[in-house]
């Protein structure tokens, strides 16, 4: 997964603390631990200082390495020292990404004219840098009120066997095997080989993770496996598929043009042998396919939503609305597949990117996290779930509750992609059914960014089209998932359609996150993990516009993803597909703006310049969820 840079110091803290302790014994089977609880649930009463650390690998029922034996999860553990062997639930954060990163070299072939080719990680980038953020605050916070905390690598990683598959079956059957050993059903044994038992555990577990560690959560959830009684994924994966391609195209995640299930697989095959994984990374190369962007099995075995109905645990769903890495539709389909299905659930949507909501908002956040966690792994009412379902940050410190989400009174509202304007705009979106009639046509340019493209939206430009509405009377809010109708004729090279969602209209918005001066203590530590984190704050910047979803199709997969049908050049045809989930605020005064282009740079593979698109006006629109 393409993951963001800057958490290595601090996954390299959280391996530190882990170390084995060799020889340390699971406690003696007992009572439940049943810490005091106060109005906010658990209290921090046992010894951090005096945790019981150990290590433990547990044997998963696949041998994707072919070796002969069943892969191995290597374990490990901080858990309180109770009185009396009480038992204890566990926080489980699996990752393939403790032993860090290789630098592996991305696609080449993201330009498709086959004159040289660009390499999204260069030869030489240090990719044991490119991590996700996680800042180790779990065990800190959580031992002290009498939780264990368990971390294991993914299978192919750190000291797991097996092989990294990027989201196959194994490696949740390698994650699943974790929450069947704390339950008793899987075999584990120490660093003698002598078998360990979880005596010390109620079996009640819960994952928890951000990117890669926030898509194993899913993934064991689509299992339907006993034991697991909630997740919270944070920019996690549902769908490889729609992380790495969309509606029949390949596409890449933001800032990492090339990057496929066979790059992420080789950067996180960290196993001390890694060469006995050839064969399974020259199968991953071959089966993903990269010219037909076609949906196939492949990528049905790293679709979790097809497996929502067994989804036992509940849900405490997180997502940046700034992601550009795992984009917000995988948020919003996972989402409304548990919906269907009755799951119990909460929302977190933030205003910033590919991070943990620590981060963003950091004393919210713990205790939300803390009475999640009590009700249900403790089975303490902390009241958690009679609160709103959802909490949207709309704007930099402006958040919103919800009782669901999408929020009261969204409705989908049609809006046709008309002709020019009195008042000077070169498209309209007006209420939609309206009288068809006109083309307009653009000629696709790759070497423009998609922010190149939606500039001067009252202009014509030859590489866009661009449909406007007249200036907003009230505040106008989108919550839920775009969706965008276009008849329209192609002749030439490039076979992609991309639909931009824009915000017209000045105002002060999400650029970043910037650390601060001090930090915060969440709880005790020892000299290798003090407990204390730097703090962060929101970088915002007043901008004329932004683009707040968008979305692309591959033509010649009109009728299905999992179906190329070529198109023949010039003639008209009608295709519908989807655009990024998103809760954004229209302010009053901004114009909704909708820009057509083919190629989006950053995102799409890149075909030799000029193709041709035409579009006809009044039968093209797009539907938007609209509160207001």
């Given amino acids: 997964m393409a993951v963001s840079r800057g958490g290595v110091r601090l996954l390299a803290v959280a391996c530190a603390f882990v170390t084995v302790l060799s020889g340390s014994a699971a406690a003696a089977a007992g009572p439940v631990a049943t810490p005091a609880a106060g109005t906010a649930g658990t209290e921090p009463e046992f010894d951090y200082t005096q945790a019981v650390r150990e290590q433990v690998w547990v044997q998963a029922p696949v041998d994707s390495d072919a070796d002969g034996r069943p892969d191995r999860v290597a374990v490990r553990i901080i858990r309180p020292r109770t009185p009396d062997g009480r038992k204890v639930p566990v926080i489980f954060q699996p990752s393939p990404y403790y032993a860090g990163l290789k630098d592996v070299p991305n696609h080449d072939d993201i330009d498709r004219d086959g004159a040289g080719a660009r390499r999204g990680a260069s030869p030489g980038t240090d990719r044991a840098a490119e991590t996700i953020v996680f800042s180790g605050y779990l065990d800190n916070y959580f031992v002290p009120r009498g939780y264990a905390v368990v971390f294991a690598d993914s299978l192919g990683s750190g000291g797991s066997t097996g092989c990294p598959t990027s989201g196959g079956r194994n490696e949740t059957l390698g994650m699943k095997a974790v929450v069947d050993w704390l339950n008793g059903r899987a075999p584990g044994v120490d660093a003698a080989g002598a078998p360990v038992r979880a005596t010390w555990s109620t079996g009640r577990t819960g994952m928890i993770g951000v990117s890669y560690n926030g898509t194993l959560p899913n993934a064991v959830a689509a299992t339907g496996v006993r034991g697991l009684e909630t997740i919270v994924p944070i920019a996690g994966i549902s769908s490889w598929y729609d992380y790495y391609r969309a509606n029949g195209g390949v596409v890449a995640p933001g800032g990492f043009q090339g990057e496929d299930t066979d790059v992420l697989a080789k950067a996180v095959l960290t196993r001390a042998d890694p060469e006995v994984c050839a064969g399974v990374m020259a199968d991953l190369e071959r089966a993903q396919d990269r010219e037909t962007g076609d949906y196939s099995a492949y990528w049905a075995e790293r679709d979790y939503v097809r497996d929502a109905g067994r989804v036992r645990a509940s849900v405490l769903l997180v997502h940046g609305l700034h992601d550009d890495n795992v984009r917000t539709q995988q948020a919003g389909q996972w989402w409304d597949a548990l919906a269907r299905r009755g799951v119990p659930r909460k929302i977190w949507l933030h205003q910033a990117g590919h991070t943990d909501p620590f981060n963003v908002r950091r004393d919210v956040w713990l205790d939300t996290l803390h009475r999640w966690f009590d009700y249900w792994l403790y089975r303490i009412d902390t009241g958690i779930m009679r609160e709103p379902m959802a909490d949207v940050e709309v704007a930099p410190n402006q958040w919103r509750t919800a009782s669901t989400w999408p929020v009261p009174g969204t409705r989908p509202t049609a809006m046709a992609l008309g002709g020019p304007a009195p008042d000077g705009r070169p498209g309209t979106l007006t209420p939609w059914p309206v009288r068809p009639g006109g083309r307009q046509s653009f000629v696709d340019d790759p070497s423009r960014t998609a922010e190149d493209l939606v500039a001067g939206e009252l202009s014509a430009d030859p590489g866009r089209l661009a449909y406007l509405s007249a200036p907003l009377e009230r505040e106008t809010r989108l919550s839920g998932t775009p969706e965008i109708t276009v008849r329209a004729d192609l002749a030439g090279r490039s076979p992609y359609l991309t639909a931009l969602l824009v915000d017209y209209g000045t105002a002060d918005r999400y650029a970043g996150l910037r650390t601060i001066p001090g930090q915060d203590c969440v709880g005790p530590g020892i000299p290798e993990d003090p407990g204390c984190f730097n703090r962060r704050e929101y970088v ?89």
């Fill in 540 to 628: 915002t910047a007043a901008t004329p516009l932004e683009i707040v979803s968008r979305g692309w199709l591959d033509v010649r997969n009109r009728f299905s993803p999992a179906r190329t049908t070529p198109i023949e050049a010039g003639r008209a045809y009608t295709f519908r597909w989807n655009l990024q989930t998103e809760d954004h605020v229209f302010a009053p005064g901004h114009r909704i703006g909708v820009v057509l282009i083919s190629t989006e740079r950053d995102h799409t593979l890149r075909y030799p310049a000029g193709t041709e698109v035409g579009v006809r006006l009044g039968v093209s629109k797009v539907v938007l969820p609209l509160a207001g």
